[in-house]
């Protein structure tokens, strides 16, 4: 039986996405917002937890993974996966909509609250819109191992003329190590010799994020300089 207070617990995710904003929430809270109830047992927040497990890997869940998992079913295991796709199928249909920082940060909400570091880039094309999203390295809790050949490889299949790379901090703090701005300036100048613009490198934490780009352009746009 439902209490007053088991109640006011799975509408409290609700009730933060109306105060706050989607972008405040969790994980979890957000799969709880989908899910709606939980199953015989365990409350949503409880399944929701368990679902944000299967979403965690590198490799997404399948539809069938998902619909087999207790208290999931078929039409909620389509939604959790329509709402994974939705952000990229709008920036799709907007077609003139430029790709905006708060885009990307928004696009990758369901790393942000990870154990570990992800490391992402998302293919650019030509009029600044977005062609997709590609997981590119899992670390440890402090780092995670990256190499020019593996952030540019999907983004040279897609065709597209540009790229933007985010990684995560699980510690909560966004701001930039000496090895992350390392790690811009050496993928910066691989991408110009592959003829791909690093447009931005941004640093995504729990509730915060840095874009290396709006607080030194300059170092963005000397990208052509390969120091030999």
């Known amino acids: 039986m439902l209490t007053k207070d088991s109640l006011t617990t799975q509408l409290l995710p609700r009730e ?5 904003g989607p972008e405040t929430l969790s994980v979890q ?10 199953r015989k047992g365990t409350p949503v927040l409880g399944v929701a937890h368990e679902v944000q497990a299967l979403l965690m890997p590198t490799t997404p869940p399948s539809f069938q993974r998902l619909r087999a998992h207790p208290g999931i079913g078929a039409a909620r295991a389509a939604r959790i996966l329509a709402a994974l796709a939705l952000p990229y199928a709008l920036q799709r249909e907007r077609g003139s909509t430029s790709v905006t920082t708060e885009h990307i940060v928004a696009a990758v909400a369901d790393y942000s609250h990870a154990p ?38 999907p983004v040279l299949a897609a065709n597209a003329v540009g790229c933007i790379l985010v990684h995560t901090h699980p510690s909560g703090n966004p701001q930039p190590s000496k090895q992350d701005w390392v790690m811009t300036d050496y993928l910066r100048k691989a991408g110009f010799l592959l003829g791909i613009e690093l447009i ?3 640093i995504v934490a729990k509730n915060a994020w840095y874009s290396l780009r709006e607080q030194e352009a300059a170092r963005f746009q000397d990208s052509g300089r390969v120091v030999v």
């Open 116 to 153: 570990q570091e992800h490391i992402v880039v998302f293919a650019i094309n030509g009029r600044g819109m977005l062609l997709e999203r590609f997981l590119v390295s899992v670390g440890t809790v402090t780092s995670a191992l990256v190499h020019p050949r593996e952030v540019f490889r």
């Open 200 to 202: 931005d490198h941004i």
């Open 16 to 20: 933060l996405l109306a105060s706050k």
């Open 29 to 38: 809270q957000l799969v709880a917002i989908l899910l709606g109830t939980g």
